[in-house]
């Protein structure tokens, strides 16, 4: 389902100390269903825009809206709720649990949403294999390598079929073919009109995105560029 991710006057003001830190100044934006990478140095504020979108962080001033939600209005397990509904998430660590199996965790967000054993087992076993590890269904985390870990992440992201993918360096611990099998992965649910947001460090990375954000000390700059 397609679900236009709002960001309005969102801002993020941490204290710090005597003082504070702006972390994140005051942005407006709408992300188009697609691609968006988010670029920038270390410390200019895009964990923060994230956590924010994702609402694990209460924004200081501002609003996220999604469709017709307002995300911080909900109560923090209604919010929860409308995540499991609505969101899929990867980090540059994967998170998987460790005491479940690959198959499991993939279940695990499905299990959370009340979906029956079976349709659970059956979505899971097709992700898994969507992201090649139709073999490795029974491994636990600690049997997989990196980019296998993240392929199960990604998995348990997508089963949902969340409108929104959020993904913070989920390339950043990867080699570049498994980076870059990583990167189709999160292009083909951007590309069927799914809004994905991806941190990215990797220019490269960046330039597969539809549109690019530019965060530089807590701002946020919409980039232009010429599509070749
Ligand atoms: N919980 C917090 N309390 C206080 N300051 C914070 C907190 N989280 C982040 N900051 C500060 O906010 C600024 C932005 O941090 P953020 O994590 O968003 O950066 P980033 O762009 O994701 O950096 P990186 O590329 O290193 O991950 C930094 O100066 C950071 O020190
Ligand atoms: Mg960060």
Redesign the pocket.
Known sequence: MTLLLKAENLS?V???GEGQ????RPFTHTFAPGMTAVV????????????LLAGF?TPTAGRVVVGDTDLHRLTESGRADFRLAHYGFVFQSHNLVAILSAQENVEFPLMLAGVPPRERRDRARALLAQVGLEKRTGHMPAQLSGGEAQRVALARALVGEPGVLLA??PTGNLDTKTGNEVLELLLAPAKAGRTVVL?T?DAEVAARADYTLR?RD?EVREETRVRV
Do not use: F
């Open positions: 993020r941490y204290p710090s830190v702006t972390a994140l920038g140095p270390s410390g200019s504020g895009k964990s923060t825009l994230l956590n962080d913070d360096e941190i460090h965060v807590g």
